[in-house]
T-cell receptor
Framework: DAGVIQSPRHEVTEMGQEVTLRCKPISGHDYLFWYRQTMMRGLELLIYFNNNVPIDDSGMPEDRFSAKMPNASFSTLKIQPSEPRDSAVYFC???????????FGPGTRLLVL | SQQGEEDPQALSIQEGENATMNCSYKTSINNLQWYRQNSGRGLVHLILIRSNEREKHSGRLRVTLDTSKKSSSLLITASRAADTASYFCATDGNDYKLSFGAGTTVTVRA
């Protein structure tokens, strides 16, 4: 298996623009997670899905952030409009369930100017 | 919010030495996991220990869990330059979500 795939790997955009991050989880994994990592706040869970259904989005910072999982092999995290404070590394991870490891993608490094 | 807290924040050792880092948490857990993150990369799962286990080994890694003290330790034996990374503990409780600590940065000097 290729592991969790994320795209793009790097994104530079200007404030106010829409940003879409993409994730393909490991086949057969029922759980998908979106994290954000910054030096100041560490690794934060934004939202997670079980069987394509959002279970907990309490970590989503504000309404500018939205996430979808239209099918078992694809998820998106959208920021609209983007702001400089959104600059961070965004990770997608997938898992077979509780008590199983989470497998992380390589991350998307986002810079909002 | 972070459940696990790693200690120390940073560790510098000579190649071949052992590295030990600790993790403390506040509430009861089902499992505790350790992850490694190399600079600029995603996190990589190292080892999972269940709440009813006390010790687990994987290659040069040894993890202990003391649920009475709400703490865990990760020991890396015979360290190598490739072990230079940040190490995170993560706990999960009844809500399944993993809570990650701030990490311990380990530097292995050649």
């Amino acid at each position: 298996d290729a592991g969790v795939i994320q795209s793009p790997r790097h994104e530079v955009t200007e404030m106010g623009q829409e940003v879409t991050l993409r994730c393909k989880p490991i086949s057969g994994h029922d759980y998908l997670f979106w994290y954000r990592q910054t030096m100041m706040r560490g690794l934060e869970l934004l939202i997670y899905f079980n069987n394509n259904v959002p279970i907990d989005d309490s970590g989503m910072p504000e309404d500018r952030f939205s996430a979808k999982m239209p099918n078992a092999s694809f998820s998106t995290l959208k920021i609209q409009p983007s702001e400089p404070r959104d600059s961070a590394v965004y990770f997608c991870a997938s898992s077979a369930g509780q008590g199983h490891p989470e497998y992380f993608g390589p991350g998307t490094r986002l810079l909002v100017l | 919010s972070q459940q696990g807290e790693e200690d120390p924040q940073a560790l510098s050792i000579q190649e071949g030495e052992n590295a030990t880092m600790n993790c403390s948490y506040k509430t009861s857990i089902n499992n505790l996991q350790w992850y490694r993150q190399n600079s600029g990369r995603g996190l990589v799962h190292l080892i999972l220990i269940r709440s009813n286990e006390r010790e687990k080994h994987s290659g040069r890694l040894r993890v202990t869990l003391d649920t009475s003290k709400k703490s865990s330790s990760l020991l890396i034996t015979a360290s190598r330059a490739a072990d230079t990374a940040s190490y995170f503990c993560a706990t999960d409780g009844n809500d399944y979500k993993l809570s990650f600590g701030a990490g311990t940065t380990v530097t292995v000097r050649a």
